[in-house]
C-alpha cells in the first residue's frame, strides 16, 4: 500500500470559469480559466489558525453570470462563504465540532449542505447562515456527499455509501463501497450509475437500485459494475456530459494521470448472474500537458492536478 497525503484543496467552478486554490497558510487564490489571470488572493482575518478541508462553488443556472458564492469548511467545523465577485467575506458558519468533510449547494443556491468527522449532515441557510437541519445517518462520519443532477437523490459515502432520498432522507439502497472511507464520490448524469474510490489505487463503478425495498435490512442492494484499478493513488473522479448512447467519466490520480472512458451503455449490463465486475481499459490517458510557450518558445511539461 502507498500512503495517502492530504490532497490540495482546489475547485472548478460547475461551467469552469473560475478556478480557486487554497494555500497551506489558507490564502484564497481565483482565477480566471479563461485568461489564466488572478482575479483575487482571499484572506480571512484568521486564516493562519484555519485548514480549509474542501471547496464548492454554487452552479448558476445556464445563462447566468460566473457564480458568486463559494464555500469552504475548515477543520475547526466552520464554514466560511465567500462571494467572489467581490472579494468579501460574507459569513461564518458555526456548523460542526470536528473537521467539515464535504460541502455542496443545492440547485437552487438557497441550502448549503455539510457532513463532517462529528457523524452529522447538516443543511443551512446560505442567507442567513442559520441551520435548517442537522442529524446523524450512521454510526460513523460521512466523509462524501454526491447529489443527483435533478436534486432528488444524495449519495452518503464512508466505508460504504449510501443512497438516500432527499427529501425524506431515507435509505434507499446500499453499496458496499470501499476499505477506507469514500473520498471521491460521483453521480452519472442520468442518476444510473455511480463512481467511487476511497483514495486509493483502486476505484469502483456501480449500477444504483432505486427499486422499492433496496437496502432493507442493510442488504447490499447495488451492484458492482467495473472495477479499475491505477498505479497511484486516485484524487478526483467525475462523470462528463451525458454522450448519445454512452457514459463517459475520468478519474486523476495523485501522479497527475488523467484517464478518460466512453462506455457504450450497452457494455455496462453484466446482469444480476454477473459473479465479478467488469475490467475496463480507459479510453485515453493524458499523462502530462504542454503550458502555452512563453518568452522562449519553450515550456516544461506539467503535472495535471485538477480536472
Same mark, same amino acid.
Given at each position: 500500500?502507498?500512503?495517502?497525503?492530504?490532497?490540495?484543496?482546489?475547485?472548478?467552478?460547475?461551467?469552469?470559469?473560475?478556478?480557486?486554490?487554497?494555500?497551506?497558510?489558507?490564502?484564497?487564490?481565483?482565477?480566471d480559466?479563461?485568461?489564466?489571470?488572478?482575479?483575487?488572493?482571499?484572506?480571512?482575518?484568521?486564516?493562519?489558525?484555519?485548514?480549509?478541508?474542501?471547496?464548492?462553488? $454554487?452552479?448558476?443556472?445556464?445563462?447566468?453570470?460566473?457564480?458568486?458564492?463559494?464555500? $469552504?469548511?475548515?477543520? =475547526?467545523?466552520?464554514?466560511v462563504?465567500? +462571494?467572489?465577485?467581490?472579494?468579501? $467575506?460574507?459569513?461564518?458558519?458555526?456548523?460542526?465540532?470536528?473537521?467539515?468533510? +464535504?460541502?455542496?449547494?443545492?440547485?437552487?443556491?438557497?441550502?448549503?449542505?455539510?457532513c *463532517?468527522?462529528?457523524?452529522?449532515?447538516?443543511?443551512?441557510?446560505?442567507?442567513?447562515?442559520?441551520?435548517?437541519?442537522?442529524?446523524?445517518?450512521?454510526?460513523?462520519?460521512?466523509?462524501?456527499?454526491?447529489? *443527483?443532477?435533478?436534486?432528488?437523490?444524495?449519495?452518503?459515502?464512508?466505508?460504504?455509501?449510501?443512497?438516500?432520498?432527499?427529501?425524506?432522507w431515507?435509505?434507499?439502497?446500499?453499496?458496499?463501497?470501499?476499505?477506507?472511507?469514500?473520498?471521491?464520490?460521483?453521480?452519472?448524469?442520468?442518476g444510473?450509475?455511480?463512481?467511487?474510490?476511497?483514495?486509493?489505487?483502486?476505484?469502483?463503478?456501480?449500477?444504483?437500485?432505486?427499486?422499492?425495498?433496496?437496502?432493507?435490512?442493510? @442488504?447490499?442492494?447495488?451492484?458492482?459494475?467495473?472495477?479499475?484499478?491505477?498505479?497511484?493513488?486516485?484524487?478526483?473522479? =467525475?462523470?462528463?456530459?451525458?454522450?448519445?448512447? =454512452?457514459?463517459?467519466?475520468?478519474?486523476?490520480? =495523485?501522479?497527475?494521470? $488523467?484517464?478518460?472512458?466512453? @462506455?457504450?451503455?450497452?457494455?455496462?449490463?453484466?446482469?444480476?448472474?454477473?459473479t465479478?465486475?467488469?475490467?475496463?481499459?480507459?479510453?485515453?490517458?493524458?499523462?502530462?500537458?504542454?503550458p502555452?510557450?512563453?518568452?522562449?518558445?519553450?515550456?516544461?511539461?506539467?503535472?495535471?492536478?485538477?480536472?
Amino acid at each position: 500500500h502507498s500512503s495517502r497525503s492530504s490532497p490540495m484543496v482546489c475547485s472548478f467552478s460547475a461551467r469552469a470559469e473560475l478556478f480557486v486554490s487554497v494555500s497551506d497558510d489558507g490564502r484564497l487564490s481565483l482565477f480566471d480559466t479563461a485568461t489564466s489571470s488572478l482575479v483575487h488572493v482571499l484572506t480571512q482575518p484568521a486564516h493562519l489558525t484555519l485548514k480549509h478541508t474542501c471547496a464548492a462553488f $454554487l452552479a448558476g443556472r445556464e445563462g447566468d453570470a460566473a457564480p458568486s458564492l463559494l464555500a $469552504l469548511g475548515t477543520d =475547526a467545523g466552520t464554514i466560511v462563504i465567500w +462571494d467572489v465577485q467581490r472579494g468579501a $467575506l460574507i459569513r461564518t458558519v458555526h456548523a460542526h465540532s470536528a473537521k467539515v468533510n +464535504d460541502v455542496s449547494f443545492d440547485r437552487s443556491g438557497e441550502l448549503l449542505y455539510s457532513c *463532517s468527522d462529528d457523524k452529522h449532515v447538516g443543511i443551512w441557510d446560505v442567507h442567513s447562515g442559520e441551520k435548517r437541519a442537522l442529524f446523524k445517518k450512521g454510526k460513523v462520519a460521512v466523509s462524501k456527499m454526491a447529489f *443527483s443532477i435533478d436534486g432528488s437523490h444524495v449519495l452518503l459515502g464512508a466505508a460504504s455509501i449510501k443512497l438516500m432520498r432527499r427529501d425524506k432522507w431515507k435509505r434507499v439502497s446500499q453499496l458496499s463501497g470501499h476499505a477506507e472511507p469514500t473520498q471521491c464520490l460521483a453521480f452519472s448524469p442520468d442518476g444510473a450509475l455511480a463512481l467511487s474510490s476511497d483514495g486509493s489505487r483502486h476505484a469502483s463503478l456501480w449500477r444504483l437500485d432505486y427499486s422499492k425495498g433496496a437496502g432493507e435490512d442493510g @442488504v447490499q442492494s447495488a451492484t458492482s459494475v467495473a472495477a479499475l484499478s491505477f498505479e497511484a493513488n486516485v484524487s478526483q473522479l =467525475a462523470f462528463l456530459d451525458a454522450a448519445q448512447g =454512452a457514459y463517459c467519466f475520468f478519474v486523476l490520480t =495523485a501522479e497527475g494521470k $488523467l484517464s478518460l472512458w466512453r @462506455v457504450p451503455k450497452k457494455g455496462l449490463s453484466p446482469g444480476k448472474n454477473a459473479t465479478r465486475p467488469l475490467q475496463l481499459p480507459p479510453t485515453c490517458s493524458v499523462l502530462k500537458v504542454e503550458p502555452p510557450c512563453e518568452h522562449n518558445g519553450h515550456a516544461d511539461p506539467q503535472r495535471i492536478q485538477q480536472a
